[in-house]
């Protein structure tokens, strides 16, 4: 008996919304996150922002999804140790199986009521993948409010740079490796 559904070519889902996959990830730093300054370790912060752009990826997808990049993660301020911080990601922007995710961090002090400061900011792209890691289609993400399509925009344009910098790359390398530099 034929297997319909495993012969029905992938085919792009309908459209959702940012807010279905909003998330919001917190943590209180301790002093096991700390560098050698005391203060929280960058790559504790960034782990977090995976962790939660990887909740949004395969919340949005309905499915399996895995890091293909991560850029401009900035740092604006330091963590410290007793700081509660809340990772907030959505799902800027789609293309046909990949996400970017948009990622920003709030400190606040663990026990005072004193609003959170923004201390980063960071872009991932993510691929969704079937079960054997190939990509596969994601729904388009539907902007819900003026600041969701600015992000839309902002991402398509870093995507854009993405893109351009990637073929620019390979393009040198190609170029060198013509004329037989080795390296
Ligand atoms: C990401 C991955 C699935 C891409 O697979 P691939 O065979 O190169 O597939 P494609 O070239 O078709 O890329 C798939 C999508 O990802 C995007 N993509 C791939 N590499 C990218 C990169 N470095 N930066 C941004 N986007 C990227 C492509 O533009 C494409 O998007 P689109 O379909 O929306 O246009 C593959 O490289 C992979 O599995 N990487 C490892 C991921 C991983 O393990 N992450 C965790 C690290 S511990």
């Keep these: 008996m034929t ?69 401009e993660m900035v740092f604006l301020e330091p963590v410290r140790v007793g700081d509660l911080v809340h990772v907030k990601a959505q799902v800027n922007w789609t293309g046909r199986t990949s996400m970017e995710v948009g990622v920003r961090v709030l400190a606040e002090r663990w026990n005072e009521s004193t609003p959170p400061t923004q201390v980063g900011t960071a872009y991932l792209v993510f691929a969704a993948v079937n079960a054997e890691g190939k990509p596969r289609p994601v729904p388009p993400v539907v902007p819900e409010t003026e600041r969701d399509e600015r992000r839309y925009q902002e991402a398509q344009i870093r995507r854009t740079h993405r893109l351009a910098r990637r073929r620019a790359i390979k393009e040198l390398r190609d170029r060198r490796a013509a004329e037989g530099l080795n390296d």
Excluded: F, Q
């Design 3 to 71: 297997d319909l559904a495993s012969s029905v070519p992938e085919s792009a889902p309908p459209g959702k919304p940012t807010s279905a996959s909003r998330t919001t990830l917190s943590h209180i730093m301790t002093h096991s996150d700390t560098n050698l300054l005391g203060t929280v370790h960058g790559g504790v912060i960034m782990k977090l922002v995976d962790d939660a752009a990887g909740a949004v990826a395969g919340r949005h997808s309905e499915g399996p999804a895995v890091t293909a990049s991560m850029d």
